[in-house]
Structure formats: C-alpha cells, structure tokens
C-alpha cells in the first residue's frame, strides 16, 4: 500500500506560524481529496482541512483564517500552513489521502484511505 510521511512540526511560542508537510509514495496512480487531522490528548481525531485533486478546499471553524492547505499534485505532497498558532492547536497532525494504486500490473488500480503516523505540533503560551 501507498504511504505517507509528515515533517514540519515542532514547538513554537503562540502567534507562530508553521508549516507541515506530508508526501505520498507507492505505486500511486491518483489522489483524490487530501486532508489533515489533529488529535489532542484524550480527545477524539478532528478534521483541520481538506482539499479535492482540483485544490478546492474548506476548513475547521477553528482554524479558518488561520491556516491554509494547499497540494502540488505533480509532487504528491499536501502542504498545511499554520499562522497565528494558539496553544490550543496543540496536538499530534496526521495526514490522510484516499489514494488510488496498483500492486499488480495486470490489475486495475485499488483504492486506499491511507494516514501518516502523524506529526506533533506544541504552542506554548
């Protein structure tokens, strides 16, 4: 199966700014919608963003205004940048792609919802 790998968090003071990333691999033939999540300790995972292969994308109440998800799709990478942080944002970032692939060359691609291992993401006050 595809996987995908995050990089960019790390500790930043309140009102910083971010920048993740999160790149696909593996016999990928198409992405559809791609997207971000976050999880906070001891709460449920949350939607943050998430944009079509068109790049049509829409946003957590919480962070519009704020952040901005954007992909290169040549790249297979989907980028969040995070602005104004607040410690509230604090939380473990995990990637997720539904992704089209082949494992075999005679067989029509399968279809994956795939996630990252997740990256974290600290704002201190």
């Known amino acids: 199966q595809p996987q995908l790998v995050e990089s960019g968090g790390g500790l930043v003071q309140a009102g910083g700014s971010l920048r993740l990333s999160c790149v696909a691999s593996g016999n990928i033939v198409r992405i559809n919608d791609m997207a971000w999540y976050r999880q906070a300790p001891g709460k449920q995972r949350d939607m943050v963003a998430r944009?079509?292969?068109?790049?049509?994308?829409n946003y957590a109440d919480s962070v519009k205004g704020r952040f901005t998800i954007s992909r290169d799709n040549a790249k297979n990478t989907v980028y969040l940048q995070m602005n104004s942080l607040k410690p509230e944002d604090t939380a473990v970032y995990y990637c997720?792609?539904?992704?089209?692939?082949?494992?075999?060359?005679?067989?029509?691609?399968?279809?994956?919802?795939?996630w990252g291992q997740g990256t974290q993401v600290t704002v201190s006050s």
């Open positions: 997720n792609a539904d992704i089209y692939y082949k494992d075999n060359y005679y067989l029509p691609p399968k279809l994956a919802n795939i």
């Open positions: 944009i079509t292969s068109g790049g049509l994308a």
